[in-house]
């Protein structure tokens, strides 16, 4: 008989536009390690694998060996886990079809999974979070872009090509705001970082009245989620508009899927009643009446970073074990 010794730690690693995070994590969930470094440093995909490669060897060997490490799983933005690429990602620095799955287990030796980020998140929710023991559930990832996910009867629903969920991407205003996957009309252009801060100048255009807004030099969802704090009738006007229409575009999804609840993720969703409490009342007006009041919108409690790096370290466990080096 072979003797065989089980791996117990696992990577999981979350891309996003702005920073990338990795972390052992082991067996029970347990955060052992972590460290990241910045996305937009790296405009060129192979030197970013590269340093990526860099950053895994380097925090394994500080913290048991690089060969305790049984896989990797990554959480990003346009990834397919049907594929293992990033496909024409509309908010990262690099362009076209990207294998960054074969890259990186060419590189490491190991088994290698990745999937969109939303669906990390997802997993994230089920097992760590606010779907715990939940079978049927949406989850909306809120940030520079807007991805979702949902699970029916306990299973992720990932499409033909892995992308189911993609409703940052459906169009809600006809003819609308040019979105940067090249579409107009998305909701992402209305309810993403980006179309707020641009609903947060229309705003300000069409009215004279005082705002805090009007003296910030570089507007954020957050800086403008403070001016609300401080009862600016325009940044609260704002939050207004990016909720009715968030609340269209979540009525029609849940009018599809009819979930349990609806997990909002990711910084915007941290804007508090002044999101969600027009979101709310827009959703109950357009969903289909036999839903009305059935369905939960809730705001995750977990750390977003946390819950992206261990929902990747779940998807690590599930991909097939595979070493070079056996």
Known sequence: MQSTTIKRKVIGIDISSE????????IRGNIIAQSNFSTLLYPDVNEFVARLTEEVVNLSEANGGYETIRSIGISCPSASIVSGCIENPPNLPWKGVIPLQA?????????????????????????????HGMKNFIVICMGVGLGSCFYSN?????????????????????????????????????????????????VMAESDKPSLMRDIEKLTPRKIKECCDKNDVLAIEVFRRTGYIFGI?????????????????GGIAHAGKWLTDPTQESFEKHVFHNMR?????????????????????ALAWEVPEYSLFK
């Open 19 to 26: 920073h990338t995070t990795l972390a052992i994590v082991d």
């Open 103 to 131: 890259m990186l287990r060419d590189r490491m030796g190991i088994a290698v999974a990745i999937s969109n980020d939303a669906h990390v998140a997802a997993l994230g929710e089920k097992i760590y979070g606010s779907a």
């Open 154 to 202: 306990g299973v992720s629903h990932e499409g033909v090509s892995g992308y189911a969920g993609e409703i940052g991407h459906t169009c809600v205003v006809d003819h609308g705001r040019k979105c940067g996957c090249g579409l107009e009309g998305c909701l992402e252009a209305y309810v993403g970082a980006n179309g707020i801060i641009q609903t947060a100048r229309e």
């Open 249 to 265: 575009g979540l009525a029609t999804y849940a009018s599809i899927v009819n979930p349990e609840a609806i997990i909002l993720t």
């Open 293 to 313: 009041g059935k369905i939960k919108l809730v705001v995750t409690e977990l750390n977003d970073h946390e819950r992206d790096v261990l929902g990747a370290s």
